[in-house]
C-alpha cells in the first residue's frame, strides 16, 4: 500500500522533518520525513527510540517474581502485565487454564477489566478526546484535557471518575492503584471481602450510563465526518487476537483468531502456547521496535493489526448486551465485512470501555470473588507461555526456567509491537495523502500523530506525565541547515525560537 | 533500689548485664537496629543503634547499661546519622523494593521508612552479586545481604548447625555456605531452621512463598517499626 515510502530510492537533496518526540503517547517515538523541493513525501518513518532490555533483566530471578517484576515495564497497564505472566508461570506449576480455581479465574477477570476500563477512559479523554472533539488542525492550546475540561467540562469530569473508577477495581483486587500484587503461581493472595465489593457496586450503574454515552458520542463524531473519518490513516490490514471457544470478544483468555481484509478466517482457536509456530519476528536496521508477522502469509503480507480496532473487528458477538448492540451498530456501519478505518480505533475502544463496565457489573454480583479457594498446584514444567489482550492488543509473555525456578529465557512481544507495521503504515498514508506537496505547518503536523495515537501505542512502556510531552519540530534543508524550528513547552506553551 | 540511667531525659530502670538496648526496650523505648536480636549475643556491626552516652557515641546493642549513663536516642543528630547508615546500606547492594518479595515485610526498608529516608543519596555501586537458588526450598540473593551475621548466629546458636559464615573484608566482604561446591544445596539447612527465617531483608528467602500475603496484610503496612519490634522484644526483655 504504502510501502514504498519506508525507504526513499534517493535521499540525497530531501529535506528531512523529525517530529520528536511523539506527543500524547506512552514513551519516546518520533516521525522522520524526508521531502523533496516541491514537499511531497519521500520517505515516512515511525522510529522507536528507546530500549529497555528487559528481556535480559529478568533472566537470572525466580520466576514468582515475573508478574511484579513485569508490571513495571508498563506504568499505564502495568496490570496486563501482571497477568500475563502469571498465566505463564501458572504453567510452571502445573496449572492449566481450566485447573484454576473458578474464584482465582475470576478475581485476575475482574482486576483486569479494571485495567482495560482505566486505561481505555484514560486514552480517550485525556489523550484523544482533545483531537477529537476540536480537529486534528485545532490549536495547540487547544490540544489538551484542560481544554476539554473548560469547553467539555462534564465530558471531563467523566473521563476522570471513570480512570478511577478502574484504579479503585484494580486497588480492592490487588491492593494498590499502581504495582500492587494479586496473582501468585497458580491463583490470586486474596478474594474480595463484602465491603470491597460493594463499594465498587455503589457506582458501577453510573459507570455503565457514561461508558454508553461515550459510545454515542464517539459515533456520532465519527458518522458525522464518515467519509473523512473512514479515509484518515486508514490502511487494508490483517486482525489478530484472541477469542472466546464460541468466538465472542475475549480479554482474559482463549484462543488466537486472525482474520484477512475480507474477514476471511486466517488462523482460529489456536492454542498460544505454541505461538511460535504462527508467528515470528522481524528485526529492521532504523528502529529498535521488531515487526511481527503471520508465518503463512510472509513478511511482506503478513503483519496484522492488534487492539480495539481487531478484536471488536475479529469477534462473532460480544456476550453483554449494551456492548453488543453498539458493536452491531459499528460494523453496520461499513459496508464491508472489516472495519478497517484508523479511526475507528477510537469507537472499537469505548464498545470495549462499555462491556468492561458491564461485565465488572456481572463479576461483582458473583459470589464467587468472595470465595475462599484461591490456589491450587500441580507438577513443576520448564516452560510457561501467557496471553492476554492487553488494552492495546494481544500481549504474549514466554518464559523458560531451569531445575532451580531461575529464568533462562524470556521472550515479550507487547501489542504496540505488532501495531509496528501498521503504524507505519498509517504514518505513510497520512504523508502521502494528506501532507504531501503542502508547506508544513505545526497544526498539519499534528495529523501524523493523530494517525500514531489512535493506536494508543505505549512506545517504551515508560511512564510520562499526561499532556507534559515536549514536542520539537524543525525542518531542514537539502544542505542539512535548520530554517524552521517550533518548540512544545511541557508547560503547553509554543515558541518559535529564533535560529541562525 | 534499682539502678537507673536515663534515655532522653526518661528515666529508665536496668538490670545488671544488661546492654543499653535491652534496658531500652523493656521499658518500651525504640532504638533502631538491624543485627541486633534478642535471642542472640550482639554483634554490633549495622550501627544503626548508634547513641550518645554522655557524649559519646557508642552502639546500644553491645554497651552495657551503667549507672549514671545519660543516654541520647531521640536526637535530629542520631537520626541523621543512622539515615545516612541505612542508606550506605542500600547502595552498598542492590535492594530494588518494588520488585522484591519481601517488601513489606523487609525491616531494613521499614527501618528506612522510619528514618524518614527519601532517596539513595549516594551513588549506587551497583556490586555485581549472585543468586544461589540451587536448594529446592531455600535460596539466597546476596544482592541483599546487609552482613547482619543473624543467619550465622541462628544456624550455630539454634539449630546446632553451621551452614553461614561471612567471609572477605571492606568490599569483598560475602557471605559464604559451609559447603565444598559453595552451593546452598549441598549445605545441611532445612526450611525449618531459624537461619531460613530470620534475615531482615530479603537476602535468605523461602521459596514458592512470595507474593501469599496481600497487601494490607504485610507486617509494616499498618504499623511502622518502632511499634512492631516492641510489641515483640519488650515482654521478652522485661523478663
Ligand atoms: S543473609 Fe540476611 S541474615 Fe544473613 S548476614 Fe545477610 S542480611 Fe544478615
Ligand atoms: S543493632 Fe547495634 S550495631 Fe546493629
Known sequence: ?500 | MSKSITIDGNTVPFEEGQTIMEAATAAGVYIPHLCHHLEFAPHGSCKLCNVKVNGRVCSACTFPAMEGQEVLNNTQELTDDRQKITQMLFVEGNHFCPSCEKTGNCQLQAVAYHLNMLDDHYPLFFPTRKVDASHAEVMIDHNRCIFCTLCVRASQQKDGKDVFAISGRGLKKHLIVNAQSGLLKDTDIEATDQAAHICPTGAILIKHTAYQVPIGERIYDHKQIDQVSLEKEHDQHGK
Request: glycine share 8%; charged share 25%.
Open chain 1, 1 to 500: 500500500m504504502y510501502q514504498h515510502l519506508e525507504t526513499a530510492k534517493n535521499t540525497e537533496n530531501l529535506k528531512r522533518i523529525v517530529v520528536d518526540p511523539v506527543s500524547r503517547v506512552e514513551g519516546h517515538g518520533k516521525v522522520t520525513l524526508l521531502l523533496d523541493a516541491d514537499n511531497k513525501v519521500q520517505q515516512a518513518r515511525l522510529h522507536i527510540v528507546e530500549f529497555r532490555g528487559f528481556e535480559r533483566f529478568i533472566q537470572g530471578r525466580p520466576y514468582w517474581e515475573l508478574p511484579v517484576l513485569v508490571q513495571r515495564l508498563c506504568g499505564i497497564c502495568p496490570v496486563s502485565h501482571h497477568l500475563a505472566a502469571a498465566k505463564a508461570i501458572d504453567q510452571l506449576v502445573g496449572i492449566d487454564p481450566e485447573n484454576l480455581p473458578v474464584s482465582a479465574d475470576k478475581l485476575r477477570r475482574l482486576l483486569h477489566f479494571g485495567q482495560v476500563f482505566q486505561s481505555h477512559a484514560l486514552h480517550f479523554f485525556h489523550l484523544s478526546s482533545p483531537d477529537l472533539l476540536f480537529g486534528f488542525e485545532s490549536d495547540i492550546s487547544k490540544r489538551s484535557i484542560v481544554a476539554v475540561l473548560g469547553a467539555y467540562p462534564d465530558l471531563g469530569v467523566q473521563g476522570v471518575k471513570m480512570r478511577k473508577y478502574g484504579q479503585e477495581v484494580i486497588r480492592m483486587v490487588s491492593g494498590k492503584r499502581i504495582h500492587g500484587t494479586c496473582a501468585i503461581p497458580g491463583g490470586v493472595n486474596k478474594s474480595l471481602t463484602k465491603a470491597e465489593r460493594d463499594y465498587l457496586l455503589e457506582d458501577i450503574d453510573q459507570m455503565i450510563e457514561w461508558s454508553a454515552a461515550s459510545v454515542a458520542l464517539i459515533k456520532k463524531v465519527h458518522c458525522s465526518n464518515l467519509p473523512y473519518y473512514d479515509d484518515f490513516a486508514t490502511i487494508r490490514s490483517n486482525y489478530l487476537g484472541l477469542t472466546k471457544p464460541d468466538g465472542a470478544l475475549e480479554l482474559y483468555h482463549g484462543g488466537i483468531r486472525a482474520k484477512n481484509a475480507n474477514g476471511g478466517t486466517i488462523i482460529d482457536h489456536v492454542d498460544y502456547c505454541k505461538y511460535n509456530d504462527y508467528i515470528h519476528e522481524e528485526v529492521r536496521s532504523w528502529t529498535y521496535m521488531k515487526f511481527p508477522y503471520l508465518l503463512s502469509l510472509g513478511r511482506e503480507n503478513g503483519w496484522y493489526r492488534v487492539g480495539p480496532l481487531a478484536r471488536v473487528n475479529n469477534c462473532d458477538y460480544i456476550n453483554t448486551p449494551l456492548a453488543e448492540a453498539a458493536r452491531v451498530e459499528f460494523k453496520a456501519h461499513s459496508n464491508e465485512a472489516m472495519v478497517h478505518s484508523t479511526l475507528a480505533f477510537h469507537w472499537a475502544r469505548l464498545i470495549e470501555t462499555l462491556h468492561c463496565a458491564e461485565s465488572i457489573k456481572t463479576l461483582l454480583n458473583d459470589p464467587d470473588i468472595m470465595g475462599h479457594d484461591l490456589v491450587a498446584q500441580g507438577e513443576k514444567r520448564y516452560e510457561g507461555v501467557g496471553v492476554i489482550e492487553a488494552p492495546r492488543g494481544t500481549l504474549f509473555h514466554h518464559y523458560q526456567v531451569d531445575e532451580n525456578d531461575i529464568v533462562t529465557k524470556a521472550n515479550l512481544i507487547v501489542s504496540t509491537t505488532s501495531n509496528n507495521m501498521a503504524m507505519n503504515e498509517s504514518v505513510r498514508q497520512v504523508a502521502a495523502e494528506y501532507l504531501s506537496g503542502q508547506e508544513l505547518t505545526e497544526p498539519l503536523l499534528n495529523n501524523l500523530e493523530v494517525a500514531i495515537r489512535a493506536y494508543d501505542p505505549c512506545l517504551s512502556c515508560a511512564t510520562h506525565a499526561m499532556g507534559k510531552m515536549p514536542l520539537q519540530l524543525e525542518l531542514i534543508d537539502e544542505e542539512g541547515n535548520l530554517i524552521d524550528k517550533l518548540v512544545k513547552h511541557s508547560s503547553g506553551q509554543i515558541e518559535r525560537p529564533s535560529h541562525g
